[in-house]
């Protein structure tokens, strides 16, 4: 391993993980932006123009705040759940495929941390591990509403994980492959899978809603009647992880499904914008598409949250097991039959 | 360096797996595990069979041993409802655990190093050539243990039912 290809991906890592942290950081104000519209108010507005500096108040405001550790906790997985949460929200951006390479002074760079072979199936380990940040935080708490709160946590993501999982098998069936590059790679110009796979798409979606714990499915913290959930016990910037961690599971969980069905930094007309922009910009432009397309989701995740109500626990529990894995199933036999009827004419 | 990194990895797999069984705390315990494996994760990086080691990530880490860290904080264990052993049973186990011991460093006795195992085709392990072996050569195995999984799976859901009905 030479040192510029360790130097190379450390700076790619340090923009990943600094571009995450700000688009979760503004992900909290374009939340109450969005919130405020749809209940037709103002919004955060005092902290700078159009309070664009809000998340810096908020940010400042967690760190000032007096720490408490509750002394019936456990306090080393009081400390570590947070940690738990905020490091398994990070690490799913190193397999997805930012952009295409680019041409920076005479080098091709990958805007790809790792293309690993098994890069689908990666995301959806990170995914599965994203629970136990708040398992380990309620349980630590030794708070009766916080454990509730954890375990309804781990049985909603189990529960999701199976129908998210059978959503991915009929795209893979199409794709044939497991690497993400690949993936947006084959979806050039307009075939993107969302065209091919809307039901694997809408199946997948919602589950990522649940994933991430996002109304209507943020039943962990259902403050009606768990007071804070899980993170009743936190205070200062503890909490501030937890709500961080959220933040950019829903940037990840965003990334993974424009990746995966929206076409990733593919758009319409970009061979001729490769040869109009030269290899530098265009694929620069590509990656700007592609976090157009990441915002547009989270958008949506917001628009989601401020309209519907959250579930009921038996609803959701029925909602995944008797409608959504069903149709996850029914979804795989038609791809494969349709993949079959192609393949024979 | 892949030695060395199997040897660091080997250590902690070790160190982790007695700590689940020394480990006071049955969730504690469980965490150990959820480490030890990790640990096994990487042994299959290494191993270079990338897609069992991220298997083993999603099934043992991300589902099973969520469902065990589900289990027992809702049974919630803690000293006063621990049972209480008779020496008899603890005895027994003492007896029980030595002859395996013995067993075991006799099986060792008699074993010699065997020659570094040295893969034919060192990308046997990626998803590609698992899948085509899988569903080439070893097709009906494959198979009659996935039935064997539903037969347990639709067991489980049955046993469960049942109780349902009788009450």
């Known amino acids: 391993m030479d040192s ?49 500096l809000q998340p810096l108040a908020d940010g400042l405001k967690m760190f000032m705040k007096e720490e408490i550790i509750p002394t019936s906790s456990n306090r080393f997985l009081f400390i570590a759940g947070p940690g738990l949460a905020l490091l398994c929200a990070c690490i799913g951006t190193a397999v997805i495929p930012w952009g295409s390479p680019v041409l920076i ?77 690949e993936i ?22 919602v589950c990522s809603f649940a994933e991430t ?53 593919n758009y319409p007309g970009m061979d001729s914008m490769a040869v109009w922009l030269g290899p530098t910009w265009a694929p620069l432009f590509g990656t700007a598409v592609f976090f157009g397309k990441i915002c547009a989701f989270i958008f949506f995740f917001m628009w989601v949250r401020w309209t519907i109500p959250r579930f009921r626990y038996d609803q959701l529990m029925n909602l995944g097991w008797k409608g959504l894995i069903p149709l996850a199933i029914a979804n795989i036999i038609i791809t494969g039959v349709v993949i079959a009827i192609i393949e024979k004419f | ?59 043992y880490m991300g589902a099973i041993m969520v469902l065990f860290l589900f289990v027992l904080m ?21 007896i029980a655990g030595g002859c395996l011991v013995v067993t075991l460093i006799g099986s060792l006795k008699s074993a010699s190093i065997t020659s570094p195992l040295i893969l034919k085709n060192p990308g046997l392990g990626l998803v590609e050539n698992l899948g085509k072996e899988l569903f080439g050569p070893f097709l009906l195995p494959f198979e009659l243990s996935s039935l064997l999984l539903l037969a347990a799976m639709v067991g489980a859901v049955l046993l469960s039912k049942r109780d349902e009905v009788e009450a």
């Not at chain 1, 700076?11 to 919130?35: D, N, P």
Request: with cysteine; aromatic share 14%.
């Open chain 2, 1 to 59: 360096m892949s030695t060395q990194v199997f040897y660091f990895v080997a250590t902690l797999s070790i160190i982790f797996s007695l700590l689940v069984i020394f480990a006071k705390n049955p969730i504690h315990s469980v965490l150990y595990l959820i480490l030890t494996f990790f640990t096994f994760t990487v042994h299959y990086v290494l191993l270079n069979a990338q897609f069992l080691a991220v298997v083993n990530f999603i099934v």
């Open chain 1, 213 to 265: 714990n996002r109304a209507p499915f943020d039943l962990p913290e259902c403050e009606t009647e768990l007071i804070g959930g899980y993170h009743t016990e936190y205070s200062s910037m503890k909490l501030g992880f937890y709500l961080f961690a959220e933040y950019i599971n829903m940037f990840v969980s965003s990334a993974v499904m424009a990746a995966l069905y929206w076409g990733g930094y």
């Open chain 1, 184 to 205: 947006v790679d084959q979806q050039h110009g307009w075939r993107w899978n969302v065209l091919y796979q809307p039901l694997g798409f809408l199946i997948f979606m």
């Open chain 1, 105 to 181: 002074a005479g080098k091709t760079i990958p805007l790809q941390v790792s293309d690993i072979n098994v890069g689908v199936l990666y995301i959806f380990g990170v995914v599965s591990l994203g629970v136990y940040g708040v398992m380990i935080g309620g349980w630590a708490s030794n708070n009766k509403y916080s454990l509730l709160s954890a375990i309804r946590a781990a049985s909603q993501n189990i529960s999701y994980e199976i129908a998210m999982g059978l959503s991915i098998i009929a795209l893979l069936l199409m794709t044939n492959t497991l690497s993400l590059k």
């Open chain 2, 74 to 94: 809702l049974l919630n264990l803690n000293k006063e409802t621990e049972p209480s052993k008779s020496p008899l049973i603890k005895i027994v186990g003492v």
């Open chain 1, 4 to 52: 510029a290809f360790v130097i190379e991906k450390f700076i790619l890592v340090a923009v990943i993980f600094g571009i995450s942290l700000v688009i979760a950081m503004y992900s909290t104000y374009a939340e109450r932006k969005v919130a405020a519209y749809l209940q037709d108010r103002l919004g955060p507005d005092r902290a700078g123009p159009f309070g664009i």
